[in-house]
């Protein structure tokens, strides 16, 4: 079964082209094996999602990606997979597998239609023949099921695995119903998303979902899994580039804070 590629032409160029000036060649290596990475267009996400995804390692085997739900409702702490052999990009098919863990609902519709799975697959297919995973998740029952879930992940995880968690940080304006700075508020969301991607980065994955679960991180639940993860693996973590919507087009009724936290293992250098 394969997942078709939904967004290509919309959110991205489907013309392989026009889409290799975004992903760069992607044959590059590096020590990242973990990350939080935005999900927008990519016009918007492209330049921050190849800054990681061209450093994991080279042989990498296996992609992991943990996104929010934007078009289905789940209940708390429930994780969706799904069952697709193939997911197609406009620079030809990766090889898919379930994320098998205790608990995991297969629900193909609901991956099928998730942009916050997709934006990174025509990266990881320029950097190579590797296989991923999917999963959904939107919230938590409590900060503390990060760290269970993220243990059942980890025990799933090879050694040539990458989990990537899918979220964008703040969506302030009054189009998003978010304006607790006042009309502008770029500053106050600066630091308000440095002290998340701080705190993810450090591993303190359920601290930063109980204190920003109420903010418009879209993706806080995953985020804070994939630094529970990187903690539980002993990875070193560090904040990488970010960067607002507003950067790229104007808008008076809102922008989107972008933010990449990366983990690698301790003895791997930059």
């Not at 630094?227 to 922008?255: C, N, R, W």
């Amino acid at each position: 079964m394969i997942r078709k590629a939904r967004f290509a032409g919309l959110w991205y160029p489907a013309e392989k082209e026009t889409l290799e000036a975004i992903t760069g060649d992607m044959q590059g290596s590096g020590p990242y094996d973990a990350a939080v990475l935005p999900h927008a267009g990519l016009m918007y996400s492209g330049t921050l999602i190849r800054s990681v995804l061209s450093r994991i390692p080279h042989d990498t085997e296996r992609v992991i990606i943990l996104s929010p739900s934007h078009y289905f409702h789940l209940p708390p702490s429930l994780l969706v997979t799904s069952s697709f052999s193939e997911a197609e990009t406009p620079f030809g098919m990766l090889r898919c597998s379930p994320l098998d863990i205790p608990d995991a609902v297969l629900c193909n519709e609901a991956i099928a239609a998730e942009h916050g799975v997709e934006m990174f697959l025509p990266f990881i297919r320029r950097k190579g023949d590797i296989n991923v995973s999917f999963g959904i998740i939107s919230s938590l029952r409590t900060a503390e099921d990060a760290s269970a879930i993220a243990h059942q992940i980890a025990g799933k995880s090879g050694e040539r695995t990458v989990l990537i968690a899918s979220s964008d940080f703040t969506h302030y304006g009054k189009r998003f119903g978010y304006t607790p700075y006042g009309n502008d508020g770029r500053k106050e969301t600066e630091y308000h998303d440095d002290r998340c991607a701080e705190m993810l980065a450090e591993g303190k994955g359920c601290r930063a979902y109980s204190e920003y679960r109420r903010s418009t991180i879209c993706g806080i639940a995953a985020a804070a899994i994939a630094a529970e993860y990187s903690s539980q693996l002993g990875l070193k973590g560090e904040m990488g580039a970010h960067a607002l919507s507003s950067d790229i087009s104007a808008d008076s009724d809102g922008f989107v804070s972008y933010r990449t936290v990366m983990w690698r293992k301790c003895d791997r250098q930059q």
